[in-house]
């Protein structure tokens, strides 16, 4: 079983559409995280939930939503999708809030996202 | 400015050779480092943590060094096998004001040639 697991792989879509990314986690975590890797393969992270509650927001757009319906799944909505946002997003998780300990981030394989 | 810098940017190496990347970093207050491997189409793979107090901590053939004093971490590894040819980014926390930052190197992208 995918521990991380995002969907779709692949997404292709014009300037202006809306489009969302799902993520789930079975490892019983309660941290889930959103990041940006951008064609120079700069990783960033975006947001990052604990227990359904956003508890990082680094400065991204408000066009970038993310919702966590339980502590198992993080999804990232895109309103007017630019050029710009053509990345590839990882989604992660790890056992608990981010701490100066050790918490290590398990991450999905990826959704490449390209905004035409 | 908090930053983390790699070196070198690529590096190709023989099989079965030994091989040391580099992460020098500027990030105050630290919380912690890690070494990320990220094959090509796939997600980051940790492979250490290390928090202020540790100087060295292995993962079988990947050893990672941290001088806090220097702010220099290292990452080397031993009798290289193909399967190691990825990037390796190097990450650092950060903990301001109650808000964890990660702060991430732009990485090293590593060949290993039979």
């Known amino acids: 079983d995918t521990a991380v697991s995002q969907t779709p792989k692949y997404l292709v879509t014009q300037m202006g559409n809306d489009k969302s990314i799902k993520c789930e986690q079975n490892?019983?975590?309660?941290?889930m995280y959103w990041y940006k890797q951008d064609s120079k393969k700069f990783l960033k992270i975006m947001f990052s939930y604990n227990n359904k509650e956003l508890i990082i927001n680094e400065t991204v757009p408000n066009r970038f939503s993310p919702k966590s319906p339980d502590k198992a799944h993080l999804n990232l909505h895109i309103n007017s999708l630019e050029l710009g946002d053509s990345a590839v997003y990882f989604c992660?998780?790890?056992?608990?809030?981010?701490?100066?300990?050790?918490?290590?981030?398990?991450f999905g394989p990826g959704t490449r996202l390209t905004v035409l | 400015k908090n930053q983390v810098e790699q070196s070198p940017q690529s590096l190709i190496i023989l099989e079965g050779k030994n091989c040391t990347l580099q992460?020098?970093?500027?990030?105050?207050?630290?919380?912690?480092l890690r070494w990320y491997k990220q094959d090509t189409g796939r997600g980051p793979v940790s492979l250490t943590i290390m928090t202020f107090s540790e100087n060295t901590k292995s993962n079988g053939r990947y050893t990672a060094t941290l001088d806090a004093d220097t702010k220099q971490s290292s990452l080397h590894i031993t009798a290289s096998q193909l399967s190691d040819s990825a990037s390796y980014i190097c990450?650092?926390?950060?903990?301001?004001?109650?808000?964890?930052?990660?702060?991430f190197g732009t990485g090293t992208r590593l060949k290993v040639l039979a």
């Open positions: 992460c020098n970093y500027t990030v105050s207050p630290f919380s912690n």
């Open positions: 990450v650092v926390s950060s903990l301001t004001s109650g808000t964890y930052k990660y702060i």
């Open positions: 992660a998780s790890s056992q608990d809030i981010p701490s100066g300990g050790i918490d290590t981030q398990y």
């Open positions: 490892l019983g975590h309660d941290t």
